[in-house]
Structures are given as structure tokens and as C-alpha cells.
């Protein structure tokens, strides 16, 4: 008996030692910084937060007026920012009706022309709100019946955190149509000041 837990612990002293020598060979080097790849590194492959961050601008993002005529006045929204399959990112809104999100309140705003909004690195993807009144500037000014669309062109808020400057159009925004004057603005959640 004991000539077989002799052999026994031989064997797995052979084998700890083995998996020890291997993981020591695949530690990372002590200048790995722990940053994410980018697209000028020599590495070809890339975490999904580091291929998100080289996805490009972000789209200036539209819906047809009849997503606002629907709402009533005094309505709040909630958006949510996602990756498509196309590493694109959208935006989805939601009315809030006190802590609740009624089903089918769900619209997609439409992916149009880059803007000049970069993401980078500490730049954070939250949610986006536009508060009731917000909701109310976007409405009266779509009391201009030639006005068919409502437009959201991203912009820096704090630095770190993605907003939208909100303008009517008659025609889907091209690069030539964005903001001149906004009319509303969609913050950050939480709220955060903006110029």
C-alpha cells in the first residue's frame, strides 16, 4: 500500500509541477499596462470594449415627426444606447410614465450621416434623457407643418458623457443640415450640466 501512494504522490507532484511551469510562461510582462488594443497595435485581436472604441463617430440619429406628434405633452423619455450588428451604435427611446415603461412605448431612432463626435477612451455610454419640457420644445416646434423630421446630433457633455442637441428638419439630416440652433437637449443620466 504504501508503495502505491508513493507513486500516486510522485505523479501528481509531476503534474502540479508541470501546470505551474506553464502558467508562469503565460503571465503577462510586467510593462502589460492593462489597456485595451487599438487598431494601430500589432495585436489582430481586439477585446469588444477596445473594437467598440474604434468603431468610428457617432451618426447623427433621426425619426420621422409622427414618433413626437404620438406623445403627449409633458411626456418624458429614456434612452438607451446599444451596439448593432453593423458596430453601430443606436439609440432607443422609451416614455417614462412615473417609474413605468408602458409596453409598446419602445421607437428607434434612425442611424444617419457621421458626426464629429468621437468615442475614446473614459467617454461613458448611459442612458440619455429628454424631460418633459424638453419634449414640449421638440413639439411646438413641430407645429410648423413642414418640419417632418426630429434630429439628434450627438455632442460632449462634462467631457465624458454623450448628449444629443435636438432640431426639426423638413428634409433627413445631411452634413450640411446639422445643428445650426438647437431647439432642445437630451443629457446624460444622471443629469449633468451643460454648456
Known sequence: MSKYLVKNFMCWFVIAFCLLVISCGNRPSD??????VTANSSSTTASPAAQMLNIGPLDVLYTGRSTF???????????????????KVLLSGWQQQGNQFPAGSKFDL???VPSNVQLGTGVYISNVTLSPAETNKVKTALNNAG?????????????????????????????????????????PSPPRASD
Open 69 to 87: 406628434d404620438n406623445l403627449g405633452m409633458g411626456t418624458k423619455l429614456v434612452f438607451a444606447h446599444s451596439v448593432g450588428a453593423n458596430s
Open 31 to 36: 510593462n502589460d499596462t492593462g489597456k485595451a
Open 147 to 187: 418640419m417632418l423630421y426630429v434630429v439628434f446630433t450627438p455632442k460632449m457633455v462634462d467631457t465624458y458623457f454623450i448628449g444629443y442637441d435636438i432640431t426639426v428638419s423638413a428634409g433627413i439630416p445631411t452634413l450640411s443640415s446639422q445643428v445650426v440652433n438647437a431647439i432642445a437637449e437630451a443629457n
Open 110 to 112: 434612425i442611424n444617419g
